[in-house]
């Protein structure tokens, strides 16, 4: 762990972090236990004087000096996070890449909005809005894009000029520790920083810290409920963002065979193990069954393995707890009448025998009350669903306690904006799916969160607002007359 400006070892023992590929263990890693969390939060206090002082250009440099020695280390980066997480190899370097771009953006934003002058209407008053950081951020991360979501908020809270308790899923670990490493070598000063590793009783004991002012979690809706509660008691500053079960809503006029690959890539990149993902396919009638058909087909051609062989179009679970769950979901949703037209079972490839693999699954027939479709599988499961209107298709999209993403496809101009503008979800896509940008923001509408990460959005949820009022002119003002 890092605490302070210097590797420690946690006084929670030593856990093996595990390759999904073949259950090796890759290394271990120390945990924390409470009084670590302590030291860690107290280290941030501690600092915090000092580096809100410090010149938002020296901020914004050292996150552009992250940036470069990410480039620099990219190639084992990328190696470390497919060993962690499963995904492919070109996966991940994309990941390292859209990385490097969050740290630049912060980096070149960060003074941009140095505050603004109100007007009073009294020439004597001098009236400010000027920005501050909050104070000590809690930044607490899942296991699917561990690099990735670190960045989403590490970068902002850094800019903004906090400092900052890092704890990333205990699953996969190391591509955050490597991160740290790189701040640390970019300078970054004692206390700035801190990381404690651990399960998630120790981001419980980070959420309750009195000294702990920001939480920033992004992962299941279950624990985000409890951080909400937990938070309330001192009253912090809580952004969280939940995931989603989205709907990819397919008109009848819409390019066959783009549609088919999008639909593919929606659902099935990193085996489904995405927040966004179009794990919602929603067809208009005339095209079911054809569109059914051919994304079956392809679905049974995905080739599933070990994410650093190049041939792998896609990787194993992250582990069997959560292989296990995307089984009891794929039963469910036999049970519920639900008809299987591709997957529904592990590999055969006795090679894979060892890791966390599920085949690519397809249902049709889906209806909006089965489980498959309601609840977030997180995994390698896509369900279809039939709509005759447009109408009917937007009802169903939001029929949904989630609104974190969706997605629709259609040569008609005005149709796709009256969809787009009618969907409750924070991204919307129009002939496409998954892309994003760090100068856009990322967040979800009703159960997928709240706050949003990326953009200028993303930054401003790391200061504070202060009102400076300053009469340049006093006098008695004789409102009391004795």
């Not at 915090?48 to 990410?70: E, M, N, T």
């Not at 949904?400 to 409750?424: H, N, P």
Request: aromatic share 8%.
């Amino acid at each position: 762990m890092f605490l302070d400006g210097s590797w420690i070892s946690g006084s929670g023992g030593k856990v093996d972090v595990l390759n999904p590929f073949d259950q090796s263990v890759i290394t271990q890693v120390d945990h924390a236990d409470d009084g670590d969390v302590h030291a860690a939060v107290t280290a941030a206090r501690k600092a915090f004087d000092a580096w809100a002082a410090v010149g938002v250009r020296d901020r914004a440099a050292l996150l552009a000096k992250v940036a470069d020695l990410l480039a620099r280390d990219k190639d084992t980066i990328a190696r470390t996070e497919t060993l962690d997480t499963g995904k492919t190899l070109l996966e991940s370097g994309l990941d390292v890449d859209d990385v490097i771009s969050v740290f630049r953006y912060y980096a070149s934003i960060a003074d941009s909005d140095p505050g603004r002058l109100v007007d009073t209407g009294n020439p004597t008053v001098v009236s400010r809005i000027v920005y501050e950081p909050v104070g000590v951020c809690a930044l607490i991360t899942p296991w699917n894009y561990p690099l990735l979501q670190i960045a989403w908020k590490v970068a902002p809270a850094l800019a903004a000029g906090n400092t900052v308790v890092i704890k990333p899923s205990e699953v996969t670990p190391l591509t955050t520790i490597r991160l740290v490493e790189l701040l640390a070598e970019a300078g970054v000063p004692d206390g700035v920083v801190n990381l404690v590793l651990g399960t998630g009783t120790v981001g419980a004991t980070l959420v309750a810290h009195p000294d702990v002012d920001l939480i920033s979690f992004t992962g299941g809706v279950a624990t985000g409920k409890r951080i909400l509660h937990a938070a309330a008691d001192t009253v912090k500053r809580v952004t969280v963002e939940l995931g989603g079960k989205n709907p990819n809503i397919v008109f009848a006029d819409s390019d066959f065979e783009t549609v088919v690959d999008y639909a593919l890539t929606a659902v099935f990149l990193h085996s489904g193990q995405v927040c966004s993902a179009g794990a919602r396919l929603l067809v208009e009638e005339s095209l079911h069954d054809a569109l059914v058909a051919e994304v079956a087909a392809r679905a049974e051609r995905i080739v599933v393995g070990n994410g650093l062989d190049p041939a792998s179009e896609t990787g194993p679970l992250v582990s069997a707890a959560h292989r296990d769950k995307v089984e009891a979901y794929v039963a469910a949703g036999l049970s519920e009448g639900a008809r299987l037209v591709a997957g529904g079972r592990r590999p055969d490839d006795p090679a894979l025998a060892n890791g966390f693999f599920y085949r690519p699954t397809v249902f049709d027939g889906c209806r909006a009350d089965m489980r498959i479709v309601r609840e977030e599988t997180f995994g390698p499961l896509l369900t279809i669903e039939t709509f005759s209107s447009e109408s009917e298709a937007l009802a169903l999209a939001n029929d949904t306690e989630y609104g974190l993403a969706g997605a629709v496809w259609t040569l008609d101009s005005a149709r796709a904006e009256r969809v787009a503008r009618g969907l409750r979800a924070g991204t919307v896509w129009i002939n496409d799916y998954h892309p994003y940008v760090p100068q856009a923001e990322w967040g979800g509408f009703k159960q997928s969160g709240n706050g949003r990460e990326l953009g200028p959005t993303g930054l401003a949820e790391y200061r504070e607002a202060k009102h400076i009022w300053q009469n340049t002119a006093p006098a008695p003002l004789k409102w009391f007359k004795g």
